[in-house]
């Protein structure tokens, strides 16, 4: 397994290659499929949005058994998505969390458009909400960032095995921010 700033390192290089429009050696053959019959090793946790303009194996040049993707619409932290979090943590050891919010979110947009989704999705958006709430400038963008940097507290603040991983420097929860038409992760923003 890759250490913390190994992952990192790994993500950006990655990244910078989907930028470059040059993905390297991710052809995913059946030798790639039995390889992983016996188990998963992913090196790195991707809390993600639903949108399908947003692919965490593209955006980062991995294939499979690389990533654990977890996607939820606005890229929230609810039982659901940090019990799957905690999973990889506890079992696999994924040394990194990336929480990559992105450009137009639509959760996000509708979280700040205030209407009535009925029960499922009004539930979704509360968890947009205190992001909603601490911005000033109501944006959807920056609304998208803070929500990011405010779901990476909230991990650690909801979850003990997160927070004990984190505390044992086996784990570290980074915000993130995509842009559609660059296709550039920007890694650590702050708000
Ligand atoms: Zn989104």
């Not at 979110?105 to 509708?110: K, Q």
């Not at 960032?145 to 086996?170: C, P, Q, R």
């Amino acid at each position: 397994m890759l250490n913390i700033q190994q992952a990192v390192k790994r993500l950006e290089e990655g990244n910078l290659h989907f930028v470059n429009d040059n993905l390297k050696n991710k052809v995913q053959l059946k030798e790639k499929r039995k390889m992983l019959m016996n188990g998963q090793e992913p090196w790195a946790i991707v809390l993600c949005c639903a949108d399908s303009r947003v692919v965490p194996e593209l955006i980062f040049n991995t294939g499979m058994g690389e990533l654990f993707v977890v996607r939820v619409a606005g890229n929230i932290a609810n039982t659901s998505s940090i019990a799957s979090i905690e999973y990889a943590v506890a079992h696999i050891h994924s040394p990194v969390v990336v929480v990559l919010g992105h450009e137009n979110c639509g959760a996000v947009t509708a979280a700040l458009a205030d209407g009535e989704h009925g029960r499922n999705l009004n539930h979704l958006l509360s968890h947009i909400e205190p992001a909603k709430e601490a911005s000033s400038a109501q944006n959807v963008n920056d609304v998208a960032k803070l929500n990011a940097v405010l779901t990476v507290k909230e991990l650690s603040v909801k979850s003990d095995i997160i927070l004990n991983a984190i505390k044992n420097n086996e784990l570290e929860i980074i915000p993130a921010y995509y842009h559609l038409e660059t296709g550039k992760v920007d890694f650590y923003i702050e708000t």
